[in-house]
């Protein structure tokens, strides 16, 4: 078998960042050159029947070799990239037998125990990180490695005893757009989980309520010299629009299920500006309380200036809490399978969503596992080598566990 990293460096020697203004699908073509790649990776396997359709989405299949009838179960990792950070040409290092120390990436960063003191929990093994110019993309790569070892494991260890394993690839999770256009039917899984989550031992089957806030101003510009009562600066609007808003519920002041309104983007000149916010809440009405208190600042800012701003405020994903529980086995087992090895399961909310949550409420209850890397969407993201292949291990124990249970009835 392939070793787990020598995957994971292929995978992300591609740049498959999408693109959030594009109305394709998938949001850019380059994703597709790593999509038909694992589509020719799982065919090498023995996996015949997989396929990839107009859309993007990868699918496959891997038939039960157990007696009695056991759920299919699919896994799930996107192969895109976030738009935050550059996505090419990326250089990963590898740090063996990581002394606890400050890791230098060059570039003029590093990554340093001070800010990251979590880094002392892999001490003496191996990370792999970038060099300071690009992100990693571990998020999710780390997670499509992962599955195509445990792939790569069930073909040439006929003796592993499995119910049915659907795996899926997807672009577009990082702009929203994971499983827009998602064949859950297709699919066939009964459960399903997405191997997306942060650092090692990490489950989460509750995640953020979303949504997006994308509003215009249109100003006035008028000759500074003669603009007395006349002009309208659209970026001081938006600024002050923006201190309207509470600066306890940004994200950097909150943690946990606290939610947040996040300003993400500004620009403009003095005729016009446009200011995009992401509204996040774990709890439902205190969601809505923060997507009304949005277009509230901008009906008072729309009365003082004389309905200058425009807000187009759009649900993006729900809480998969409700769709999750009344099938809590997926969870139960994902932690039995967490700690068969090796590792204590850490149960937590997403502060953020996965493609998980849409296919919730598509469906498929499709709770987040850990896929093991730090600091995702900047140039400062690093995986622990041995994070990687516990989580492989997370899927096969999954399937292990189904497959007994089933057995047993």
Request: overall charge negative; hydrophobic content about 40%.
């Amino acid at each position: 078998m392939e070793k787990l990293s020598n995957k994971f460096l292929r995978y992300v020697s591609f740049d498959t960042m999408s693109d959030e203004n594009s109305a394709s699908q998938p949001s850019t073509e380059k994703q597709l050159v790593l999509l038909r790649l694992l589509v020719d990776e799982l065919h090498a396997m023995g996996i015949s029947n997989a396929s990839i359709d107009k859309d993007g989405y990868v699918m496959a299949s891997i038939d039960s070799n157990c007696a009695a009838k056991v759920p299919a179960i699919g896994f799930i990792a996107h192969v895109d990239t976030s738009p935050d950070a550059p996505g090419c040409n990326i250089h990963p290092q590898f740090v063996e037998n990581y002394d606890g120390g400050d890791i230098v990436l060059g570039d003029g960063k590093k990554l340093a125990v001070s800010d990251f003191p979590e880094m002392l929990m892999y001490k003496g093994q191996t990370l792999i990180t970038t060099d300071g110019t690009t992100l990693l993309g571990a998020d999710d790569k780390a997670g499509v490695a992962e599955i195509m070892c445990a792939a790569e494991y069930i073909m040439t260890h006929p003796e592993f005893k499995h119910g049915p394993v659907k795996i899926a690839f997807t672009p577009d999770e990082e702009i929203g757009r994971g499983v827009v256009a998602f064949d859950v039917a297709r699919f066939g899984a009964e459960f399903g989980y997405t191997m997306d989550g942060g650092m090692i031992g990490e489950l989460e089957y509750e995640n953020f309520n979303a949504a997006s806030a994308k509003i215009h101003i249109q100003g006035r510009n008028i000759h500074p010299g003669y603009a007395k009562n006349k002009m309208i600066n659209a970026m001081l609007v938006a600024m002050e629009l923006n201190a309207i808003l509470p600066v306890e519920q940004r994200p950097e002041y909150t943690q946990d299920y606290e939610g947040f309104i996040h300003l993400i983007s500004i620009k403009g000149v003095v005729e016009e500006a446009d200011i995009a916010y992401i509204i996040r809440d774990h709890d439902r009405q205190l969601f809505e309380r923060k997507k009304l208190m949005v277009q509230q600042c901008v009906d008072f800012i729309n009365a003082k200036y004389g309905n200058i701003v425009t807000a187009e405020i759009k649900d993006q994903y729900k809480n998969m809490r409700e769709m999750v529980k009344p099938h809590f086995h997926v969870v139960e087992n994902a932690i039995k399978a967490i700690e068969m090895a090796g590792v204590k399961p850490k149960v937590q909310p997403i502060r953020g969503g996965t493609d998980g949550a849409n296919l919730s409420f598509m469906g498929l209850p499709c709770p987040n596992i850990f896929a093991g890397g730090h600091n995702f969407h900047g140039k400062l993201e690093f995986v622990p080598v041995q994070s990687m292949e516990r989580a492989s291990e997370v899927i096969l124990n999954i399937l292990k566990i189904y497959a007994e249970k089933s057995s047993k009835i």
